[in-house]
């Protein structure tokens, strides 16, 4: 599964989740997205999952890296066209 890479730790909180959708809305079916962030973005997992059709939350998952670093992977599920 091909993953694309967004750490979004520099950028600001109000700018986050546009961007992280933006990017996510790119991605072919079957790919994935590899989300660096700074906290746990489970609230951001409950947003896909409500909002966004393409989201495979059953293939979500997230690890701590360290103490202000979290990777999360974000899969577009197959067969769902490019946003």
């Known amino acids: 599964m ?12 109000a700018k986050r ?3 992280i959708h933006e990017a996510f809305a790119a991605l072919e079916p079957g790919e994935a997205m590899e989300l660096v962030n700074d906290h746990d973005p489970k609230p ?3 947003e896909l999952k409500a ?3 393409g989201f495979d939350a059953a293939g979500y998952s997230v690890d701590r890296v360290g103490e202000n670093e979290f990777v999360a992977v974000l899969p577009k599920a197959e067969g769902m066209a490019s946003e």
């Open 2 to 13: 091909p993953v694309t890479t967004l750490d979004v730790r520099d950028l600001p909180p």
């Open 44 to 46: 951001l997992f409950y």
């Open 17 to 19: 989740h546009p961007k």
């Open 51 to 53: 909002e966004v059709d």
